[in-house]
């Protein structure tokens, strides 16, 4: 199965010419899933973000590092959850794509620390707590 993309990107703080509205209105169409605090530039490649099907527990971001043990075990948690939930590995990026990843992390964990995984654009969990994910997703 081909994972759908999502795209990361700011949330109205970019300057509202009439290409960024309609390129906005274009991937809602598209059923994207914008998420995100960072600002959107003119050319700049957005984010893609890696979807796991699951049980709908509302909107479950995961920032994460393709090499990090405890990321590793926070997607074997979701998975195992059976929850759905958005990941990007922020390591496997490069240059501004990077930069905005890792401001969005700052605005939920400013350490930057991982796994940071952000539930609904409300709820933050920093590292690896079973039992609070558990909590948060039941």
């Not at 509202?16 to 991937?27: F, G, I, M, Q, Y």
């Not at 914008?34 to 530039?41: A, F, L, R, S």
């Not at 509302?58 to 590793?72: E, F, H, N, R």
């Not at 400013?110 to 539930?119: D, E, W």
């Amino acid at each position: 199965m081909v994972p759908r993309v999502v795209v990361l990107h700011a949330s109205r703080t970019w300057k509202n010419t009439p290409s960024d509205l309609e390129r906005v209105d274009l991937e809602l169409r598209e059923d994207f899933i914008c998420v995100g605090v960072h600002t959107i530039k003119r050319g700049v490649a957005m984010t893609k973000m890696n979807h796991v099907e699951g049980d709908n527990k509302g909107q479950v971001l995961l920032y994460a590092l393709s090499t990090c043990v405890w990321c590793k075990k926070t997607k074997k948690l979701l998975n195992d959850l059976h929850v759905e939930y958005y990941y990007v590995d922020a390591d496997l990026l490069h240059g501004e794509e990077r930069e905005g990843v890792m401001d969005e992390i700052k605005q939920w964990n400013p350490k930057c620390s991982f796994p940071t995984l952000v539930i609904n654009n409300e709820t933050c969990i920093v590292g690896y707590k079973e039992d609070d994910i558990k909590e948060v997703l039941k």
